[in-house]
């Protein structure tokens, strides 16, 4: 199993944020109300950000860091992935999408752009193991 993570996990990673990177970009045309989002997409979201996040806490010190710079993009994944796992799992255990009205419809903007860079790091990280 850990070598399945080992060699899945940073690919893993790819998909959440290139899927994500398409779900902004869907909001930014189409405008959905903000705390609206299907439970599927929740449910997605878990499993994928989860598995990923697991991936990157149980590899970290297999990945050799170039720099300080590094460090801090891989463990800002680490904690995006992570918490956008427990709460989007949130969202399923407690029927509510309550939280995402703190996020104003301008945030797909900024999400578009990390999400696409964390992907491309990801994508290095892949290659690196």
Not at 65 to 93: P, Q
């Amino acid at each position: 199993m850990k070598l399945t993570l080992r060699n899945t996990f940073a690919k893993i990673s790819i998909l959440t944020y290139c899927l994500g990177t398409i779900g902004h970009i869907m909001t930014i045309i189409f405008k959905p109300p903000v705390d609206q989002m299907p439970d599927f997409v929740h449910g997605i979201v878990t499993i994928l950000a989860g598995y990923a996040g697991i991936g990157f806490i149980l590899n970290i010190k297999k990945v050799d860091f170039k720099n300080l710079a590094d460090k801090i993009v891989y463990g800002l994944i680490l904690f995006h992935l992570s918490t956008s796992a427990l709460i989007h799992a949130y969202s399923i255990i407690w029927n509510t999408n309550d939280w995402l009205n703190v996020f104003t419809p301008s945030y797909s903007y900024f999400a578009v752009i990390y999400f696409a860079s964390f992907a491309y790091y990801s994508f290095k990280v892949d290659k690196g193991l």
